[in-house]
């Protein structure tokens, strides 16, 4: 059974880091497409970084040179390190993955989903 379980949310101020974990069971994280994605209050769910069963990394325009996605196979965990954090970037996020090598940025295309870890940045 596929899971997915998000830990390292929290509330920070603006320019904190935050280190975000996913851990994954039922499945191989290194080898499939892994995700996270965010939900800001009234807003769509959006992409905020892949990475396939390649490890080839995706990036969001709101996520590049501020967000570093990354598998730990030793740990079967997703990570999402995020540095310089602003107010817009409070969100619900979320682990996601598609059990292929292959990544898509829709969330439509995500069949397995954590249950989210709220992450608050104020000014």
């Known amino acids: 059974q596929v899971q997915l379980v998000e830990s390292g949310g929290g509330s920070v101020q603006a320019g904190d880091p935050l280190r975000l974990s996913c851990t994954a069971s039922?499945?191989?994280?290194?080898?499939?497409?892994m995700a996270w994605f965010r939900q800001a209050p009234n807003k769509e769910r959006e992409a905020v970084a892949t990475v396939n069963g390649f490890g080839a990394e995706w990036y969001a325009t709101l996520a590049r040179g501020r967000f570093t996605i990354g598998k730990d196979v030793k740990e079967n965990s997703l990570t999402l390190q995020m540095s310089a954090l602003r107010p817009d970037d409070t969100a619900a996020y979320f682990c996601a993955a598609i059990l292929d090598l292959a990544c898509l940025s829709h969330p439509s295309a995500y069949p397995h989903w954590g249950q989210g870890t709220q992450v608050t940045v104020s000014a």
């Open positions: 039922g499945f191989s994280a290194g080898r499939n497409c």
